[in-house]
């Protein structure tokens, strides 16, 4: 397993593939939506607690993106696991080739929205997604 890059706060624009730019935001599912949000994917394994579907307005909900339950549980949200969380998932990312790049094709056209239900804005798997595509472009 190799070192990572971790997490940037701020959404940037990043070079994808020859010049094209790629924009990707988080937001948690609890927050309100806004039209600049673009295409919404919801990347965790389980719905958010207490949101109706028809509420949450999303583009997708990409199960398959999201980590193992296996080192969801691992993980358990604690801060100081999230060197080794960020690591593992990145090796489940590989295995998902074919949804990366096409998150990575849909960030290069437009905004793409990674939505996430957990409380901590700084380590969850959206956050380790979003450094995965901006780091790898797919």
Not at 6 to 25: A, N, S, V, W
Not at 98 to 119: C, N, Q, S, W, Y
Request: aromatic share 12%.
């Amino acid at each position: 397993m190799g070192k990572y890059f971790f997490h940037c706060r701020t959404p940037l624009l990043y070079t994808y593939g020859k010049g094209q730019d790629m924009e990707i935001k988080l937001k948690r599912a609890y927050d309100q939506s806004a039209a600049g949000d673009g295409y919404r994917v919801l990347v965790d394994r389980v719905w958010p607690r207490g949101i109706k579907k028809e509420d949450l307005r999303l583009d997708e909900w990409l199960q398959e993106i999201a980590p193992s339950a296996a080192l969801r549980k691992w993980f358990g949200h604690d801060p100081e696991k999230w060197p080794g969380f960020v690591e593992r998932y990145f090796d489940e990312l590989e295995a998902n080739g074919r949804e990366i790049k096409r998150l990575a094709a849909i960030a290069a056209e437009g905004r793409l929205t990674l939505v996430f239900g957990a409380k901590d804005r700084e380590h969850n798997n959206a956050v380790a997604l979003k450094e995965y595509l901006e780091k790898t472009g797919g």
